[in-house]
């Protein structure tokens, strides 16, 4: 069976194109992904601007051609984060209906972390530890912990890379009160998290989409984006917050020169790594267990997407 997934998100439209074999193993087909930024001003006017509904549509239509192209025969498209906020929403709705044929669903925060935590552990294994899988996107971010008996408990709170980049107007490099302000936010969030999560029970952490794949290139020392000796690579907490500073105190044309910077994520990475980097800290901080490292997975809310039309 072949199947599509597309994830639109605050900051990037991303697609998979997989057979599905029958015990559920996925093989890519095609996977893109393009920086739109779909949620561009609306933490501020709480709508989709014209022109970034504009972007995304164009994508669309290129991922439209490849649905055809490559014979898929079932396509789930998820809009997460900004769609939930914006009130023009209905007119993004339409425009994909139009151009792809299926109905964007605007899941919930708490169904997007189900599905990033099915596509996590897909790739890294699941395992009696309890994992708490984190999806740091553009205008929010999930929590979701687990293991092999299933998800247990799942949070997503309005903290992401565009979303605090917008608000607090980032520069790059970060300065010291803009890293400030973007903690509070994040610290707020993170109290949260621990009302509503058992973190002391945490044992395992695995962290997906863009902001963490970069941490870990960095963290890495690669000279290009590769994906096959990120997914599943594991460093100490320690080497990803120095990572996460390293890139927090690049500047925009620093950044481009490591090698391994998609030119849509340079004005953001600062704001998402400093996110990630007091993630991991407040998390080694409250779990009860000995916990000095962190997995990054490049499979997500998009492999959880495909798996589920398969059930």
């Known amino acids: 069976m072949r199947v599509g997934a597309i994830d639109c998100g605050t900051n990037s439209i991303r697609l998979l194109i997989a057979d599905v074999a029958l015990d559920g193993t996925l093989t890519d087909v095609v996977r893109e992904m393009k920086v739109v930024r779909l949620g561009e001003g609306v933490d501020a006017t709480g709508q989709f601007s014209q022109a970034a509904l504009d972007r995304t549509f164009a994508v669309a239509r290129e991922y439209a051609h490849l649905l055809e192209e490559h014979g898929v025969t079932a396509v789930r498209f998820a809009a997460t984060s900004a769609s939930r906020d914006a009130s023009n929403r209905e007119v993004f709705i339409s425009g994909i209906q139009q151009i792809l044929g299926v109905t964007p669903e605007v899941i919930t925060g708490v169904e997007e972390a189900n599905l990033s935590f099915a596509g996590a552990v897909s790739s890294v294994g699941n395992t009696e530890e309890n994992t708490v899988v984190i999806d740091l996107g553009g205008g929010s971010t999930e929590f979701v912990m687990g293991n092999d008996n299933g998800v247990q408990q799942a949070i997503s709170l309005n903290i992401g890379c565009v979303?605090?980049?917008?608000?607090?107007?980032?520069?790059?490099?970060?300065?010291?009160?803009?890293?400030?302000?973007?903690?509070?936010?994040?610290?707020?969030?993170?109290?949260?998290?621990?009302?509503?999560?058992?973190?002391?029970?945490?044992?395992?952490?695995?962290?997906?989409?863009?902001?963490?794949?970069?941490?870990?290139?960095?963290?890495?020392?690669?000279?290009?984006?590769?994906?096959?000796?990120?997914?599943?690579?594991?460093?100490?907490?320690?080497?990803?917050?120095?990572?996460?500073?390293?890139?927090?105190?690049?500047t925009r044309n620093q950044r481009m020169a490591t090698g391994f910077m998609h030119e849509g994520r340079v004005d953001v990475i600062g704001t998402g790594a400093t996110i990630w980097s007091r993630i991991v800290d407040r998390l080694r901080a409250e779990s009860s267990h000995d916990i000095t490292s962190v997995i990054a997975s490049e499979h997500d809310i998009l492999d959880g997407l495909a798996l589920s039309l398969t059930r």
């Open 163 to 250: 979303r605090l980049t917008e608000r607090h107007s980032v520069d790059a490099p970060l300065t010291k009160a803009q890293e400030r302000l973007i903690l509070a936010d994040v610290d707020t969030a993170l109290d949260e998290v621990a009302e509503n999560l058992n973190l002391a029970e945490v044992q395992r952490i695995v962290g997906v989409a863009g902001t963490v794949t970069t941490v870990m290139a960095q963290t890495l020392g690669l000279t290009s984006y590769d994906s096959d000796a990120i997914n599943g690579s594991e460093r100490s907490i320690d080497e990803v917050m120095q990572g996460a500073q390293e890139l927090a105190s690049m």
